[in-house]
T-cell receptor
Framework: LAKTTQPISMDSYEGQEVNITCSHN???????ITWYQQFPSQGPRFIIQ???TKVTNEVASLFIPADRKSSTLSLPRVSLSDTAVYYC???????????FGAGTRLFVKA | EPEVTQTPSHQVTQMGQEVILRCVPI?????FYWYRQILGQKVEFLVS????????KSEIFDDQFSVERPDGSNFTLKIRSTKLEDSAMYFC????????????FGPGTRLTVL
């Protein structure tokens, strides 16, 4: 399974766009990139998944360059309630073992 | 919206006692998982379960742990003889496709071993 590297923490202000980058240099051909959000004392919540280029949903966008060795989760106009830990996961959709890294702790200030 | 439920929300037990943590996955899901998260640390995979058998387990999931799907709705994690270091939040998750597809997590059971 590909190892992922993310910043440990990030600060932002309400209304700003936040971009969290994840490095996954040894990503395999059949690996997908998945992002989860976790609030304190809650289970992780799926945000978005992609394989290449750009994926957008109502919550976020995911940008994946052509070499797929990194990915960027973009959160538009964050609010205080977006303060959470964000995890980047890389692995094959056909596998059974899901590995979470340390995640990025995002703190949104007023 | 369907959701994964877990009971109890908090379990306190004495070291050496057996505990059973219960989960009700989303009804049409086929893949089930248990994770744990020690306070302040990352989410750790314990085990995945599909087609009534364990698909994969981590090195944490030793002989003290077992999982069961006793009926069509419940999915349980049993810890046979709890240790102090088993104190953690335990999350159940389910999905309609395997692993790196979207998993739906329950609210967790906080296990405290005294």
């Amino acid at each position: 399974l590909a190892k992922t590297t993310q910043p440990i923490s990030m600060d932002s202000y309400e209304g700003q766009e936040v971009n969290i980058t994840c490095s996954h240099n040894n990503i395999a051909t059949n690996d997908y990139i998945t992002w989860y959000q976790q609030f304190p004392s809650q289970g992780p919540r799926f945000i978005i998944q992609g394989y290449k280029t750009k994926v957008t949903n109502e919550v976020a966008s995911l940008f994946i360059p052509a070499d797929r060795k990194s990915s960027t989760l973009s959160l538009p106009r964050v609010s205080l309630s977006d303060t959470a830990v964000y995890y980047c996961l890389v692995g094959p959709t056909g596998g059974f073992k899901t590995i979470f890294g340390a995640g990025t702790r995002l703190f949104v200030k007023a | 919206e369907p959701e994964v439920t877990q009971t109890p929300s908090h379990q306190v037990t004495q070291m050496g006692q057996e505990v059973i943590l219960r989960c009700v996955p989303i009804s049409n899901h086929l893949y089930f998982y248990w994770y744990r998260q020690i306070l302040g640390q990352k989410v750790e995979f314990l085990v995945s379960f599909y087609n009534n058998e364990i698909s994969e387990k981590s090195e944490i999931f030793d002989d003290q742990f077992s999982v069961e799907r006793p009926d069509g709705s419940n999915f349980t994690l049993k810890i046979r003889s709890t240790k102090l270091e088993d104190s953690a939040m335990y999350f159940c998750a389910s999905s309609d496709r395997s692993s790196y597809n979207e998993q739906f997590f329950g609210p967790g059971t906080r296990l405290t071993v005294l």
